[in-house]
């Protein structure tokens, strides 16, 4: 399932700031599928940890910037979500982060 999160506003004017416009699009995402941290938590005391990531960008945003994102299948063990990064009608970048579910407590990984 592909969701597509329009971000308004000032261009990102470094790629830290690209990089929370990427997690500001996985955590609507996760919303919409009734995965986010708030539900994890309570219902299932978990919360999701990023383990690894990589970003790309060809060039830093100049105006408006649109973050797609989508979940691959995933495994017992690892969530991939991957991002575009669009000005306009250009893809300027992308990404993709693995996540794992750890407990909130343990901090281990749950399958």
């Known amino acids: ?8 506003g000032s261009a990102p004017g470094s790629l830290w700031e690209t990089m929370e416009l990427l997690q500001q699009a996985a955590t609507g995402h996760s919303h919409d599928l009734q995965i986010h941290f708030e539900r994890m938590l309570e219902e299932f005391h978990c919360l999701w940890m990023i383990v ?18 989508w979940l691959r299948k995933p495994s017992s063990l690892v969530s991939i979500r991957d991002y575009s990064i669009w000005e ?24």
């Open 88 to 111: 306009g009608e250009e893809e300027i970048g992308y990404g993709i982060y693995s996540w794992v579910l750890v407990g909130a407590e343990s901090r281990k990984a749950v399958s």
């Open 1 to 8: 399932m592909e969701e597509i999160y329009h971000i308004t």
């Open 52 to 69: 690894r990531g990589k970003v790309h960008l060809d060039r830093l945003p100049q105006g408006e910037v649109e973050i797609r994102t």
